[in-house]
């Protein structure tokens, strides 16, 4: 089945799942960055106290490991940021997911969803409960629109710049 990313009628769910989606990053953007810095502060430190002590024993041995240790440090919280990146965009997937399950818990809601699926497809439209919760329609002539709380999801956050949300400041 294929996502259809606009449907019509929806415009205020889309944008409220795309401003909760947006504030839901940027707390958890937030939050992995304030882990990552400590966590780079940390590894600096560490990095600065081999630093003395290799001092005591040489300057020559020191310059190396030092090399050594700040590289081992970057990698280490680079690590730590690519793995805050990929839970904070799985919580915002998570929360974005919850979020679209309590909209389509409104029969208001629901009922404009699946009256713009049967719309979109024409007449015979059979439409049913996807088993994430959202909805999954097919019309006889085999064309359908996938509207899963997946797929729906997936269209909204694809309209993000998630990458964005890292450098901002």
């Known amino acids: 089945m294929s996502a259809d ?3 019509p009628g929806l415009e205020p769910l889309r944008a409220a799942l795309l401003a909760r989606a947006q504030a839901d990053a ?12 400590d966590r780079l502060a940390a590894a600096q430190r560490q990095a600065e106290e081999i630093l ?3 001092r005591a024993r040489g300057a020559d041995d020191a310059q190396v490991l030092v090399r050594s240790r700040r590289a081992d440090a970057r990698r280490a919280a680079r690590g730590v940021v690519l793995g805050a990146r990929a839970l904070a965009q799985e919580e915002l997937r998570r929360r974005a997911a919850d979020a679209v399950r309590a909209q389509l818990a409104d029969p208001v809601t629901r009922g404009r969803l699946v009256a713009q699926l049967q ?5 015979g439209t059979v439409v049913h409960d996807a088993p994430d919760g959202g909805l999954l329609a097919a019309s ?11 797929a729906l999801v997936a269209a909204a956050l694809a309209e993000l710049d998630l990458e964005g949300l890292w450098d901002a400041s």
């Open 5 to 7: 990313r606009t449907v």
């Open 26 to 37: 940027q707390d958890v953007r937030a939050d992995a960055s304030r882990q990552a810095a």
């Open 52 to 54: 003395v002590a290799a």
């Open 119 to 123: 719309a979109r497809l024409g007449p």
């Open 140 to 150: 006889p002539g085999r064309r359908a629109i996938d509207a899963s709380v997946g």
